[in-house]
């Protein structure tokens, strides 16, 4: 069975632009979460998505957003993007919130 | 605010070696806690989830206990190997009435096993 599958793995933009990042969950995942992950330092949580629906959100500027689809795959929005914005992008999925999270190999934003 | 500490940062370990690394959160009230295992410039890997109710979870040569009440988990990894080389992540899950808090991680302690 494929596991979390996120696109692009690479992208690089210039301050200001905007990003679209991409996530399937694995098969029969209604839960989707994303973390942003800047260099030496843990993933911090930005968002949870179920059943289509917000489930929690994360300390981000509102600048972030996302959305799930009815196949459960989901995207991460980020507008006027910021040089601090640079960072390792990964989803998770899971069955139920008390389940195990599976994350993906994340997508690196590059910000120039 | 719930946070997540591990110790040690870094650790090296001739292989073979049975070693122990910590976990520590300041809001006992999770759901769950998860360790993984993060290769450079991969996502991470779940290694085993320990629901709060639990006391440890053992999967091949890895032993991962959690007390609840004093904040702490432990991962033991036994006859370590050079694939063992690794950041370890430890992270806790929390369900308020507000919505789901997601998974609050800790820095990671970074394993490098010498052949």
């Known amino acids: 069975d494929a596991g979390v599958t996120q696109s692009p793995t690479h992208l690089i933009k210039t301050r200001g632009q905007h990003v679209t990042l991409r996530c399937s969950p694995i098969?029969?995942?209604?839960?989707v979460s994303w973390y942003q992950q800047v260099l030496g330092q843990g993933p911090q949580f930005i968002f949870q998505?179920?059943?289509?629906?917000?489930?929690g959100r994360g300390n981000f500027p509102d600048r972030f957003s996302a959305r799930q689809f009815p196949n459960y795959s989901s995207e991460l929005n980020v507008n006027a993007l910021l040089l601090g914005d640079s960072a390792l992008y990964l989803c998770?999925?899971?069955?139920?919130?008390?389940?195990?999270?599976?994350f993906g190999d994340g997508t690196r934003l590059s910000i120039l | 605010k719930q946070e997540v500490t591990q110790i040690p940062a870094a650790l090296s370990v001739p292989e073979g070696e049975n070693l122990v690394l910590n976990c520590s959160f300041t809001?006992?009230?999770?759901?769950?806690l998860q360790w993984f295992r993060q290769d450079p410039g991969k996502g991470l890997t779940s290694l085993l989830l320990?629901?709060?109710?639990?006391r440890e979870q053992t999967s091949g040569r890895l032993n991962a206990s959690l007390d609840k009440s004093s904040g702490r988990s432990t991962l033991y990894i036994a006859a370590s190997q050079p694939g063992d080389s690794a950041t370890y992540l430890c992270?806790?899950?929390?369900?308020?009435?507000?919505?789901?808090?997601?998974?609050?991680f800790g820095k990671g302690t970074h394993l490098i096993i010498q052949p």
């Open positions: 998505y179920y059943e289509k629906e917000e489930r």
């Open positions: 992270a806790v899950y929390k369900y308020s009435g507000g919505g789901a808090d997601g998974l609050t």
């Open positions: 320990i629901q709060s109710s639990q």
């Open positions: 998770a999925s899971s069955s139920l919130s008390n389940q195990p999270q599976h």
């Open positions: 809001d006992s009230a999770i759901y769950n």
């Open positions: 098969s029969g995942h209604k839960s």
